[in-house]
């Protein structure tokens, strides 16, 4: 069987548990090739309770990562942080021009942790350059309402509703991730084609230890896109990685703790917590 080979678009986190990080060691653990094209470096610092720093790639850099890894070849795609306009619309070239079949866009906005939208000038560019192409986006409630440009979401109705609007953006399908922060007693999700929506549910654990969990997610997703699943399929056998990895999260500091991107290869679907 030849090595199916994806790309991710993203920023790098330091501290090893989200970003370009998180996605390379999914992809490993599934089984595929990964590459990566960096747009940004996120930094911590210590002295400032583990604030983050931001740092830009130069977008000639960024090209030429894409160009190099465009010339061998890629299955699937992913794009994470991007962090400006300019990026997001080489992110937007990149799959127009590759003609790549699959790309999941995971509009991050976000780190946990921190409560500012770290670029709000690129919500837009996401909307209207970038999530059209999708085969899947994947945002969580906050960035499912930026899109939508709805209210915040809190209810599996708004969640609805905020799918139908991103779906007529052009994505061809919509994963809205309830996780934590929906009042429900499962961890769900709302996948949606733009005929019928699936849930996704999963046990919700009691845990801190959460960084990385979207980007894990969405290169679950990429990856199994890549090995020739349907996308029903490929949320589904993400889901449980991503529920495994959550499962076996642990802390690395006093300020953040990484899901465990081994987990579901280690121990399977099935959960069993690690004493901390
Ligand atoms: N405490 C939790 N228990 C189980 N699953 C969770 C938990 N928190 C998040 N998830 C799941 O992890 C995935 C990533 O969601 P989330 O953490 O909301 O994304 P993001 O990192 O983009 O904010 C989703 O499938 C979500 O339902
Ligand atoms: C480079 C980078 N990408 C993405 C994220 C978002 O991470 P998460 O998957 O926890 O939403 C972070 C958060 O720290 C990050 O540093």
Known sequence: MTMKKVLTIAGSDSSGGAGIQADLKTFQELGVYGMSALTTIVTMDPKDNWHHHVFPIEISTLEAQIETILSVGIDA???GMLGSVEIIETAAKTINESKIKHAVIDPVMVC????????PETADA?????VP?????????FEASQLAQTKPIKTIEDM?????KIHALGPKYVLIKGGSKLKTEKAVDLLYDGKEFKFLEAELIDTPYIHGAGCTYSSAITAELAKGKSVEEAVDVAKDFITAAISHGFKLNQYVGPTMHGAYRTYGAGRTKIEQ
């Open 160 to 164: 609805k509703e905020a799918a139908e």
């Open 133 to 141: 192409l999708a085969t899947v986006v994947t945002p969580n409630l």
């Open 126 to 130: 996401l909307r209207k350059v970038l």
């Open 77 to 79: 795609m992913k794009t």
């Open 112 to 119: 946990k942790g921190e409560d500012e939208v770290l670029h």
